[in-house]
C-alpha cells in the first residue's frame, strides 16, 4: 500500500522472507528448519538492561521502551544525547536488519545507504514512544527510513505538522492510524519527516512485546 499524502509505502514482510534473508546471511548458523519463536526470542533477550535518559523540555526523562543503535555509523544524537552504535548484535537481529537491507539495496551494486540500524523494545502497551520526527542532523536530509515490526500488533499515527518547519503546500493528510502487526514493512519517504510526526501511543489491552527495526541514512 502506497500514500501519497504521507510519502510512505507499508507491506507485509512473510516469515518466509525473513527465513531467506537468514539463510542468505550466514548459511552455518542458521537452524534448519528456521524457528521464528527462536528468531524472536535472541532479538527480545537482547535489550538493555535499563531505560536511556534523555532530556526533553530541559529536564532529563526516561524513554518509556528500551531502545539501542545498530550498525557501522558510530554514533547518533538526538533529545541532547548521543547514542553509541553497537556493533555486535544477537543473530535474530541480524536476520531482521539483512532483510531489511536486501529490499532497499542498489540492484547494479548490491549495496545500501541505509547502514545505521535503530532498535526499539516495548514491553508491552504501556511502552510507547510520543509523537515526533525523525529528522536529526546525523541522518542525511531527505532519506527514506525503513522499518520492519515484530511481535505485537501496535497503532501507528501519523499527524500532520503545524509548526514553521513544516511544508505548507503541500496536500497531506492531517492524521492517519495504522495497525502495525507482526512482519508488517514499512518504508516513509524522503519528505514524511518533514511534512508528519508519528507515534506509537500506549494501548493498556496489549500485553505482549514488540521489537521495532528501523534503518536509516547517516552521515
Known sequence: MYHAGIGMF?????????HLAALDEDKDEVESPFVWSTMFKQAWEAHPKEHDTIMM???PTK???FQQLCGEMGSYRY??????????????LRHAIKH????VQDPSTLRTRLTGGLVNWYKNGDHYIGPHADDERDMMACSPIVSLSLGAT???????????CAVKDDEAVKRMELQIKDGDLMIMGGATQRTHKHAVPKMTQCREPRISVTLRCFH
Open 10 to 18: 507499508f507491506k507485509h514482510a512473510t516469515r518466509e522472507e525473513l
Open 57 to 59: 523540555f530541559g529536564k
Open 154 to 164: 501496535r497503532r501507528f499515527v501519523f499527524t500532520k505538522k503545524t509548526s514553521k
Open 100 to 103: 531489511l537491507q536486501r529490499i
Open 63 to 65: 524513554l518509556p521502551r
Open 79 to 92: 533529545s541532547g544525547k548521543t547514542f553509541e552504535a553497537q556493533k555486535n548484535y544477537p543473530q535474530g
